[in-house]
């Protein structure tokens, strides 16, 4: 008997080891139409053997030179989220896929993701003539770590964290990490607490007040070990999708990179 749990044991926690991926990342499924429709604002990166695809959103009646770098999140593809680049008091916005995500090559994992980011921000600084002081790294849930890393290796003028969690391990069931070594078992650990440290520029971070994915005490637990002094705004009446839903999101982003001038 005992031996026979422990091979059901064994069996769960290679189990869990060889399908996480698919428990984090949810690429959606391609949509040709809307990228066709998006063409004119299309751009490739590549990173090393990797072709990233992005957009630039111009702002064309902004009197700012700001631009923000968005990556989002886990079930998101960033065509989706164009439209919202004119909410946004900027002269650019650039959307992101990254590996794996839309027309991007890849398979998607947390060291891809972190080396993506990293050269799409060679990339638009150097392409485009960005400068870093004008730059506002932005992410959500998953892209927020992305963002949080990147801010942690590059220059910025800003960072905006939607919906961020403090690690993915804290994210995984209780039971599970009770009865698991989850902490073992991971290799897409996302700790955003360690890298949030190493950010050297304003940071805001907005959350939602019933979001169902990211609860609101891990986005504040993140704020709490930060070592950080962040502004933080709860978005009341949102989840976790409606939060990019809501005036009062893009009301508090262009208020908090104006604060800035």
Not at 7 to 13: A, C, D, T
Not at 16 to 32: A, Y
Not at 142 to 152: E, M, T
């Amino acid at each position: 008997m005992l031996y026979f749990f422990w091979i059901v044991y064994l069996s769960l926690g290679v189990g869990i080891f060889l399908v996480q991926k698919r428990l984090i990342f949810f690429p959606p499924p391609r949509n040709t139409l809307l990228y066709y429709h998006w063409k004119h604002s299309e751009f490739f990166i590549h990173n090393n053997n990797v072709k990233l695809q992005a957009w630039r959103i111009t702002n064309v009646t902004s009197k700012k030179d700001d631009s923000i770098l968005y990556f989002g999140g886990n079930a998101e593809d960033a065509v989706y989220s164009l439209e919202m680049g004119q909410d946004y008091a900027v002269k650019n916005v650039f959307f992101i896929n990254l590996r794996g995500y839309g027309e991007s090559s890849g398979s998607p994992s947390q060291q891809g993701f972190y080396s993506d980011c990293l050269a799409v921000y060679d990339y638009i600084t150097s392409h485009f003539e960005i400068n870093p002081d004008n730059l506002i790294l932005m992410g959500r849930s998953l892209g927020a770590a992305v963002a949080i890393y990147a801010n942690s290796q590059r220059k910025a003028k800003a960072l905006v964290a939607i919906t961020p969690f403090d690690r993915i391990y804290c994210l995984v069931p209780k039971l599970l990490r009770y009865f698991f070594p989850i902490k073992l078992l991971l290799r897409n650990t996302f700790d955003n607490i360690k890298f949030i440290r190493q950010v050297n520029n304003p940071i805001l971070i907005i959350a939602a007040s019933d979001d169902e994915v990211i609860p609101l005490a891990r986005t504040k637990h993140l704020i709490e070990r930060s070592n950080q002094k962040i502004r933080l705004e709860i978005i009341p009446q949102a989840n976790h999708q409606s939060i990019l839903e809501k005036t009062a999101t893009y009301s508090i982003i262009n208020n908090f990179i104006g604060m800035g001038e």
